[in-house]
């Protein structure tokens, strides 16, 4: 869930991030809809770890 948009799990079927330096990055959202990107300010690695746990494939 972003600030606009909600995305069901099910539509999900994988996340990346690539930091561009220490103070932000982009999240990619992938998607059945396309990919989403997203700023971030931290390495959303523990999101990641917690997605991979119950994600549906």
Known sequence: ???EK???IEQV???SY???SNQYG???LHTTKG???LHIK???EEFIKKFRTV???
Request: net charge negative.
């Open 1 to 3: 869930m972003t600030e």
């Open 6 to 8: 909600e995305f069901p």
């Open 13 to 15: 079927f994988d996340l």
């Open 18 to 20: 690539k930091m561009l």
């Open 26 to 28: 982009f999240f990619y």
């Open 35 to 37: 990919v989403i990107s």
């Open 42 to 44: 931290d390495a959303p």
């Open 55 to 57: 994600e549906k494939k």
